[in-house]
């Protein structure tokens, strides 16, 4: 490291650690009072409040379901009418897809990557800012259109022309559209952020085969969004044009085709799936071992499934379209294809079940959840298989099979462990332990409840209910079924009551934790709880997998960073070196002005095109504001 | 085993629309392929949770990570991942011959234009060499044992027809015409329900497809291909004269009488169908009366209009309606 | 130094609580408020349909006075979109267009050239629609509900109208001979009216 400043400069050198501490508070602090909270670039407190909002989102999203629960308790029940529910699925399905589940994800990234890799701060920290301003601003125009009776009631995939200008009057179908856009530029922002911290930021000696599985998922998870979000940003563009400027993308009768929409929505549709799944993988993986005492075994196996997934993810959207007639050998290659992604998640299993095996298990909630995945996600990837054969899925495709499905793939697999996540991070994040009594009851009632709500929706599919009605008339044999599964529902929705109650007091009356509660060996678990603003005092040079394995008591730190402004240490891609010292931004407010300029050009925009022109111009000035020259150099090598 | 047998006893109890409860040629070959890979599966799964739990519960002291384990356990993951690519591959060549199987036709006897649209599903049946060309809705009938050509199209959103005792789902796309053959094997009443929703109404999309012994169906086709009864009672002949005059005949057809229009459903046997409003009620007087004064409550958003009609005018109409056989 | 630490992390709490707070209130709020706002109407209740009926023309037959009811309700049949367009559906199936074409006019007048017989008022549109009018105009009293009335009189207001309304119903699918409904088409077809001309049958405000 360079040491050779002079005087002048404060670095971290050659002073006591309660000093270094004081300097580095000082230059990494936010404000405190609202704007300091407004301008804030720490990615642990934007983090945390991306993955708060997302979870009041899927607090949101499950009254919707209990609301759809009560409705199809009953046969030709009056409850709530065709239109509202057809606005409840709707809001249910995108609410949990683009606002719960891939920001979720995207937010436990953007908290535990940096530490994980042990830097000071996110790359890009105020585009952070700025991706959840967006997030939060699209979720608050999804769900204020609901209020206003102007909700998207055509399905989380919108199929034209059903979303059209002719057949869907009004706003709604745009409203859904914008709300697309809101989620896929906080994503994007997210993802590019990600993927630059953990190529170029990673601490000194973390080389590409010492990286946790959690930070590869979470990089492989950046370059699906990256790669896969320009098609639907694409397809909800051309939707708004089709329904607001009178294009033609979508109208058989002008040359248009209807099943360009498909093709796009799934190009982009399936890698979410794994969007949201490898995530979970890597959590799975992290967790794992801190519960069985001995580390992950097949690390390279587990990496390379990751990427073969995220690679074949690609390959696979048309299986949401086996019914559409399409010629005989797409459907073999896509049946193919399909069928072939249970190999990498089958190594995925086996990899942990061989950890299982050899460990000793210590019963903690996450590993109650971890092992409630493993059977969970077993069953979601059998069904997988079976929607994956196109004759099979002829029968069950748009049943309540498929609702069954991906509920058993979504909340089995990516749920979850994300539920362990939060049982295992928790400490990190609060400095508090959840409780360990409450957290068995909720595993127990989300648990069961789940499988006793979902696994009849199988037999429900094949008994011929077709999912999205509203209603089912009373000679059908559904009547008991769904009686049972409105009724298990209420266990799903009491075992989630539990976790939040839990959450919520725990985070006030938890137990100390202490920096590493779980004996843990990454490097998150090397700083206090929760972490101080510059996430490490010195920054940890890592010369295993494992850095913080038992037995090997200090963890060896660089030093030479500059206490008196934020810097952190730029390295190398493969090897990180280090490289350079590079600053890392100040608190600024303009994220947000940029932000709540952006959400009024997006809003406006569903009313006339020329919002785009008019409404350019104070995005223009507040990016201006935002990247106003501070006459400092960037980075020193 | 256990699957096998769970699925003969969920056969038992799932109605006349269920894809285990089957009586066609693609719908078997079909539940033997959900048969087959469903307890494939469920052997598969077994074998995981099994192994799950033998990991957990089996007695250790302390972890174990020393080199000879590691190997034998990357030993047995080798075997399973071969495995795994086996079970795979053998389901996607099983599926490949259950693909080839459904569409072994042998030409097509008869051929059925099936033209869906929010939310109902009109029938145009082919001219044949004893019968005109006539159109149904919401009911279907088709020979036993006969291939039968349905040509889909939708004529404003997606849907999709699915009859699960009898075929697997296609959808229908507008601009798009896709082909289906369907074979029943056994005479009876099955229930087919569109499967892509389509808005407002998706749920109350359903039509009953009659299977019938040949001369069964032949009668039926002269009688569908015959126009309109002349009513027979005077209220009933008042019925007509008020459907004539009120907005009625803007969209429906009456063969044989002035009503010409094509947006509704032709309604010219329409007392012979089983079933009103797309599956909706069973086909009453006072079903029809129902339905004719206030159809946005009994299915709201559809596509009739409500029609200002005296009480009086609504006895003759649904009388009249129901001489319609 | 622990406690420090703590008390900047406390602050940032407070802060993470704040928001998060705020958006669940905001996220609750809507809920509840969308919960109890009335959905889309598929048939008016009669009380309505019977205020409705309730116009007073001019003595000319051109303008008057919508009923208070219209007025009360916020004047939905010009400005929901869920209106119009089921007068957009109307106008198909009650053949308006076989003497009113795609509203370009044929053995009836035309509503796109900026220029209305009786007005471009709702109460004329609907009293023309009810009652009908002179030279060939029927009387739809008896074969289309108050409210169908109003729905339909709306949805021809909008394709005459200067300006479109945001709520206006969008193109349809298959080519038609005139803009789209939310592209201010009688603007662009704007037309010599015909003579002589009452104040009142101008050109659409």
């Given at each position: 490291m360079t040491r050779d400043q002079g005087a002048r400069v404060p670095l971290d050198v050659d002073i006591s650690d309660a000093e270094l501490e004081r300097q580095l508070k000082e230059t990494w602090s936010s404000k405190p009072g609202l704007w300091g909270a407004i301008s804030t670039v720490d990615h642990k407190v934007v983090a945390g409040r991306y993955i708060a909002t997302a979870f009041v989102f899927l607090i949101l999203g499950g009254l919707l379901a209990m609301a759809m629960r009560l409705q199809l308790s009953?046969?030709?029940?009056?409850?709530?009418n065709p239109d509202r529910y057809n606005q409840i699925f709707t809001m249910h399905g995108s609410t949990m897809m683009f606002l719960f589940a891939v920001p979720v994800m995207e937010a436990m990234a953007a908290y535990l990557v940096p530490l994980m890799v042990g830097t000071r701060n996110i790359a890009f920290p105020r585009l952070n800012a700025f991706s959840y301003w967006i997030f939060l601003f699209g979720g608050i125009l999804l769900w204020v259109a609901f209020a206003l009776d102007t909700a998207p009631d055509v399905g989380w995939f919108a199929y034209v022309p059903l979303a059209g200008p002719q057949y869907a009057p009004g706003k709604r179908a745009d409203l859904w559209a914008q709300m697309i856009t809101f989620t896929e530029v906080a994503a994007l922002a997210v993802a590019v952020e990600i993927a630059v911290t953990v190529f170029k930021q990673r601490a000194p000696g973390m080389s590409l085969d010492r990286i946790p599985v959690l930070v590869w998922a979470m990089l492989v998870m950046s370059f699906l969004v990256i790669m896969a979000m320009p098609a639907i940003m694409f397809s909800s563009t051309t939707l708004i044009l089709d329904r607001l400027v009178g294009t033609h993308f979508y109208n058989p009768a002008e040359g248009g085709d209807a099943l360009l929409w498909q093709h796009l929505f799934w190009f982009f549709g399936h890698p979410e799936v794994y969007i949201i799944f490898l995530p979970a993988v890597g959590m799975v993986s992290t967790i794992l071992p801190a519960f069985v005492g001995r580390p992950l075994f097949g690390y390279m196996l587990l990496v390379m499934a990751l990427i073969t997934t995220g690679v074949l993810s690609f390959g696979l959207w048309v299986h949401h379209m086996f019914?559409?007639?399409?010629p005989r050998v797409g459907e073999s290659f896509f049946t193919a294809s399909s069928m072939s992604i249970a190999v990498p998640a089958g190594i995925q299993i086996f990899c942990w079940l061989a950890t299982l095996w050899a460990g000793k298990p210590v019963y903690k909630t996450p590993l109650l959840f971890i092992l409630g995945f493993i059977v969970t996600f077993v069953m979601g990837g059998m069904t997988g298989v079976m929607v994956a054969s196109v004759p099979f899925d002829t029968q069950v495709h748009d049943t309540y099979f498929v609702v069954a499905h991906f509920h058993y793939v979504l909340i089995g697999g990516a749920v979850f462990p994300l539920i362990a996540a939060v049982y295992y991070w928790f400490p990190k994040m609060t400095g508090r332990m959840m409780s360990e009594r409450l957290g068995r009851w909720s595993f127990w009632l989300i648990f069961c409840g789940f499988h006793l709500t979902f696994f009849p929706m199988h037999i429900l599919g094949l008994w011929g209910m077709p999912r999205r009605i509203y209603t089912y008339q009373p000679e059908l044999p559904w009547t008991s079924l769904n009686l049972f599964v409105s009724l298990s529902a209420l266990v799903l929705a009491g075992g989630f009551l539990v976790f939040f109650v839990n959450a919520i007091r725990s985070r006030r009356n938890g137990l100390p934790a202490g920096s590493n509660p779980w004996g843990a060996a990454t490097l998150e678990w090397a700083t206090s709880s929760p972490p101080p603003?510059?996430?490490?005092?010195r920054i940890p040079v890592v010369s295993s997998l494992d850095p913080l394995t038992p037995g090997e008591n200090e963890l060896p730190v660089v030093a030479g960073l500059r206490t008196d402004r934020r810097e952190l240490l730029v390295t190398s891609v493969v090897e990180a070196l280090p490289q350079a010292r590079e600053s890392s931004t100040t608190d600024s407010v303009w994220p947000f002005w940029a932000a709540v300029a952006t959400s009024v050009m997006l809003v406006w925009s569903i009313f006339t095109p020329w919002a785009v022109v008019w409404g350019s111009i104070p995005v223009a000035i507040t990016l201006i504001g935002w990247f106003w020259p501070k006459g400092s150099p960037e980075d020193e090598s | 085993m256990f699957s096998a047998s769970l699925l003969v006893f969920l056969t038992g109890c799932s109605g006349n629309q269920s894809a285990l409860n089957t009586h066609g040629h693609s719908a078997d070959a079909l539940r033997d392929l959900i048969i087959l890979i469903t307890v494939v599966c469920t052997v598969v799964w077994l074998m995981v949770v099994g192994f799950l739990l033998w990991a957990l519960a089996r007695r250790r002291e302390v972890p174990r990570r020393d080199s000879d384990t590691e190997r034998k356990m990357a030993l047995s993951i080798r075997l399973a991942i071969a495995a795994t690519i086996l079970t795979v591959a053998g389901l996607t060549i099983a599926s490949f011959y259950t693909t080839r199987d459904l569409n072994s036709?042998?030409?097509?006897?008869l051929t059925v234009r099936v033209k869906a649209q929010q939310w109902w599903w009109q029938f145009a049946y082919q001219a044949s060499d004893q019968e005109p060309p006539f159109l149904t809705a919401n009911e279907l009938h088709i020979p036993v044992n006969k291939d039968v050509r349905l040509e889909l199209e939708a004529l404003d959103v997606i849907h999709s027809l699915w009859i699960p005792s009898l075929a697997g789902k296609l959808d229908m796309i507008p601009g798009r015409k896709n082909i289906i053959t369907i074979r029943a094997t056994r005479p009876g009443i099955y229930r087919g329900q569109c499967a892509e929703f389509c808005g407002l109404q998706h749920s109350h999309m359903a039509f009953v497809v009659v299977v019938e012994e040949g001369a069964a169906y032949q009668r039926w086709v002269a009688a569908q291909a015959a126009p309109a009864v002349e009513p027979a009672m005077a209220e009933a002949s008042a019925g007509k004269a008020v459907f004539m005059s009120k907005p009625c005949a803007a969209c429906h057809t009456i063969r044989g009488t002035s009503a010409t229009g094509t947006s509704g459903p032709d309604l010219t046997h329409v007392a012979s169908r089983r079933t009103i409003g797309a599956g909706l009620l069973e086909t009453t007087r006072g079903s029809l009366a129902a339905w004719i004064a206030d159809p946005q409550t009994l299915k709201p958003g559809n596509n009739m209009p409500l029609v200002p009609l005296t009480s009086d005018e609504l006895r003759q109409i649904s009388a009249y309606m129901e001489e319609l056989k | 130094m622990r406690v420090q630490s703590a008390g900047a992390m406390g602050n940032k709490m407070s802060a993470r609580i704040w928001f998060g707070g705020a958006a669940a209130g905001l996220a609750a709020l809507a809920a509840v408020v969308g919960w109890m706002r009335e959905p889309r109407q598929y048939r008016a209740s009669p009380p309505l349909t019977a205020a409705l009926d309730q116009l007073r023309l001019m003595p000319n037959a051109i303008s008057g006075t919508p009923p208070e009811v219209y007025f009360a309700l916020?004047?939905?049949?010009?400005?929901?979109a869920f209106d119009l367009s089921q007068g957009k559906r109307l106008y198909s199936w009650f053949g308006c267009?076989?003497?009113h074409g795609e509203g370009t006019g044929g053995k009836g007048p035309s509503f796109i050239d900026g220029w209305w017989l009786y007005g471009p008022s709702m109460v004329s549109i609907v009293a023309s629609i009810r009652d009908g009018r002179p030279h060939g105009m029927p009387a739809f009293r008896n074969r289309m509900t108050t409210d169908e009335i109003w729905q339909l009189a709306g949805y021809i207001k909008s394709l005459g109208a200067y300006t479109a309304s945001v709520t206006a119903t969008a193109r349809n699918d298959e080519k038609t001979g005139r803009p789209a409904e939310n592209r201010a088409p009688a603007a662009l077809l704007f037309n010599q009216g015909p003579e002589p001309l009452h104040p009142d049958q101008g050109p659409t405000p």
């Open positions: 009953q046969p030709e029940a009056r409850f709530i019914t559409v007639g399409l603003p510059y996430n490490f005092r | 036709s042998n030409g097509a006897s | 916020g004047k939905p049949y010009e400005t929901t267009s076989a003497c």
